[in-house]
Structure formats: C-alpha cells, structure tokens
Nanobody, 121 residues
Framework: QVQLVESGGGLVQAGGSLRLSCAASGSIFGIIAMGWYRQAPGKQRELVAVDNSGGSTNYADSVKGRFTISRDNAKNTVYLQMNSLKPEDTAVYYC???????????????WGQGTQVTVSS
C-alpha cells in the first residue's frame, strides 16, 4: 500500500501565497504521475495540476501562471506553489498519486486525506 500525507494548507489573504506538500510512502516501484485536485463546497472535485513522469505538467486554466507543480523524486514528494491566491481558490486540496505499487507492482491510484486552503478577501 501507499500512503499520501499532505501539509501546508491554511488561511491566507487574497494575493498571498501557500505551498502544499505531499509525501508518498510505502511499496512504490514507480511513479506514473502525482498531482493535486481540489473540491470547493457544493462543487465537484477538479484537477488543479499534475506532474507526469514523462516530464510534462498540466494545469487547470484557472491556475495557469499562478500555481506551479514540482516533484522531488528522491523524496517521492510533490509540491504545489500557489501564488496570487484568490478567494475562489478556497477548497480542500487533495494529493493524487498514480503508482506501480504493492506486492506485484500493479498500477493503482491513491488519494491523500486533503488539506484545507482558505483565501480571504
């Protein structure tokens, strides 16, 4: 099994910055992708950013130019640097990982427990 532990959420004023971290641990044989999703009250969970092992990254249009995803492969950790935060960025942010893991190294997707980000106006 793989565990994803997030940190770095909190309360910030509009225009401020936060950095989220997500550390993966467990029986990981390979990382296919790691990324971040968010879910605001009354809304569906949506992709924020993803870092693919091929080197490509993808961002939601709403965060392009403000958020940056990065990964430390040695630490199996993915980061989300969030700048110029807006009240509409308020949500629970979930780390997502797509790994080859477990006893047989099968592909499986995992989620973190979520971390709250609140941006005040």
């Amino acid at each position: 099994q793989v565990q994803l532990v997030e940190s770095g959420g909190g309360l910030v004023q509009a225009g401020g910055s936060l950095r989220l971290s997500c550390a993966a641990s467990g029986s990981i044989f390979g990382i296919i992708a790691m990324g971040w999703y968010r879910q605001a009250p009354g809304k569906q969970r949506e992709l924020v950013a993803v870092d693919n092992s091929g080197g490509s990254t993808n961002y939601a249009d709403s965060v392009k130019g403000r958020f940056t995803i990065s990964r430390d492969n040695a630490k199996n950790t993915v980061y989300l640097q969030m700048n110029s935060l807006k009240p509409e960025d308020t949500a629970v942010y979930y780390c997502n990982g797509d790994f080859y893991s477990g006893t047989y190294g099968r592909r499986k997707e995992y989620w973190g427990q979520g971390t709250q980000v609140t941006v005040s106006s």
